[in-house]
Nanobody
Framework: VQLQASGGGLVQAGGSLRLSCAAS????????MAWFRQAPGKEREFVAA????????VYADSVKGRFTISRDTAKNMVYLQMSILNTEDTATYYC??????????????????WGQGTLVTVSS
């Protein structure tokens, strides 16, 4: 499965941005799809996931209520709608695909397909 993330850019604090992840080689509904992010000097951290079965969504506490993950199976795309952005959201965002069990959804080691990352910079 090949994943290609896009949509990053520079946005002011309080603004919104939508990231996209295009999948090829398989369908996004066949895998749990997730977004991770990595800020400079920090480890890659979980942001959100949408499960293959039923489309259940899971979010990191830091983004809950501000970010929404979704998928479009017809277009084979996964999205991350980000709102009320703050400077702490500045990072490179990666989309990922895998088949983790529910208890391991947040663990990056459970995902074996990764996109190349798209940079989001939030200015104050």
């Amino acid at each position: 499965v090949q994943l290609q993330a896009s949509g990053g850019g520079l946005v002011q604090a309080g603004g919104s941005l939508r990231l996209s992840c295009a999948a090829s080689g398989s369908t996004v509904s066949s895998y749990t799809m997730a977004w991770f992010r990595q800020a400079p000097g920090k480890e890659r951290e979980f942001v959100a996931a949408i499960r293959s079965s039923g489309g259940t969504t899971v979010y990191a506490d830091s983004v809950k209520g501000r970010f929404t993950i979704s998928r479009d199976t017809a277009k084979n795309m996964v999205y991350l709608q980000m709102s009320i952005l703050n400077t702490e959201d500045t990072a490179t965002y990666y989309c990922a695909g895998g088949r983790p069990i529910l208890s391991a959804l947040r663990q990056r080691e459970m995902y074996y397909y990764w996109g190349q990352g798209t940079l989001v910079t939030v200015s104050s």
